[in-house]
């Protein structure tokens, strides 16, 4: 069964491995390479099961019938066309936790802080297109904003790009300046989208004034981990790829894998590219409202632990619940509080924590988390578990860091950069090592976080630096 399944893809056809073998995934060991395809036999063993159950009213021979197992096939291929379907027309949200599309409005100018920016020459333009066209405010689009809000004051012109156009995402004192693109001008793409927004700085700015943040190649790196809406995304992104002269990643271990892909496929990262990293910023938000009912509930109980993530493959609750159920069986009471919206792939996951004997009570999953909330467990939690093998930061650590939360994290190359001696650490995926972590600091033994966190404003500086080719920051750059 595990040969099989290493050999499918997302869409279930022969191909791409569980986790690649191609040398750009070589900060992986051949342990933790089988260690993460183990895991996934059991994951998608999961889904399937999760599968099985949802399909009431058949008897155990109709189950067992080559009817059956058609069925479930074309069930499972119609939930992939679903997942991809939605993320294409702007329904994402409806399964992996974004925020909905703006349908039917114009992309208005918004305003940022209240300060008047001073835009510098020659100028640089942020492209917040697709964040601009959604209303969400999470992960990336919280990046993407709080970019655009610093960068101005830096100088910077975030922009929106519609029709081949520049306009102003700035307004203040509603005066919007005036776009036009000189030759020195530069402009870095925050996010992947529509390829067309590319066709409007082409013949009007050399490569190398063009540049684009990376924040992970997870769906190279474990394409399992995807739906096959990875198939759509991957053309799009090497468009992106092959268009910039400058790709700026959001932590040193992605820019490394970068490289890594950049030395597989010349054809679409060329020669002459320079490949960077810049830090990602992290500061409190403004939150509103109070922390509600519930949440000062779960904290006045007792001690808890806390694991934020989207319900989907590469977070590993899995292993955190395998984790905590040693915990339990050895008579310990701790507690695991989830927060995390439905994400894909995750119907077993699901499955497990509804029909969990502690679900409940030493068991509890937030779907829906309000920032008041979820600030109010960050600084009441007796450890923030993040168990992901693959991440391109991982803000999470960050936002209970700012907190205060000791931090229990897996053993992988972007935590120790970002956490350094700051955190407690797991051998990845290993629930057995995890529950020693969490026994260690049930009984006092943490760590205390204490790394240096930078802001928004060091992230937009850095960002900023790079475009420009500050001297500064020239140890950041390699070219390929």
Known sequence: ????????????????????????????????????????????????????????GLSSAKKNSYIYNIFKKIKLKAMEIYWSVTRMVGRGYLHDGTGPLVEDKPIEPREFGSAAPIFLSPRIYIDCTPTFRSDAKKG?????????????????????????RLDS????????????????????????????????????????????????????LFPATQTTYRELWRPIFEAHLAVAGKLICISRATAQDVIDF????????????????????????????????????????GDYFLAVGTLEPRKGHHVIIDAFERIWREGRSARLVIVGRRGWRCAGLERRIVSHPEFGERLLWLNDCPDADLDYLYSKTKSLIFASFAEGYGLPLIEAARRGAPLIASDISVFREICGSGASYFALLDPEDLSRKVGAALAGEVVSPDFPIPTWRDAAQDLLMLMRDDPSVADRWIEV
């Open 1 to 56: 069964m595990a040969s099989s399944l290493n050999s499918m893809n997302v869409a279930g056809k022969p191909g791409a491995p569980l986790v690649s073998q191609d040398t750009v995934y070589k900060a992986l060991t051949s342990e933790e390479k089988a260690r993460i395809n183990e895991y996934f036999v059991a994951y998608l063993d999961r889904e399937l099961n999760a599968v099985d159950e949802s399909i009431g």
């Open 140 to 164: 990336m689009q919280r990046v993407v904003r709080n970019l655009a809000v610093e960068g101005a004051r830096f100088g910077a012109m975030p922009v929106t790009i519609a029709n081949e």
């Open 169 to 220: 995402a700035y307004r203040y004192e509603d005066r919007i300046p005036a776009l036009s693109v000189a030759e020195n001008d530069a402009i870095v793409y925050c996010e992947v989208g529509p390829v067309s927004r590319l066709n409007a700085m082409r013949g009007l700015l050399s490569r190398q004034n063009i540049g684009m943040i990376v924040y992970d190649l997870i769906p190279l």
């Open 262 to 301: 950049a030395r597989l496929r010349p054809d679409v990262i060329r020669k002459g590219t320079k490949i960077g990293w810049m830090r990602l910023g992290s500061e409190p938000d403004e939150i509103s409202g109070e922390p509600s009912a519930q949440v000062k509930a779960i904290a006045a109980v």
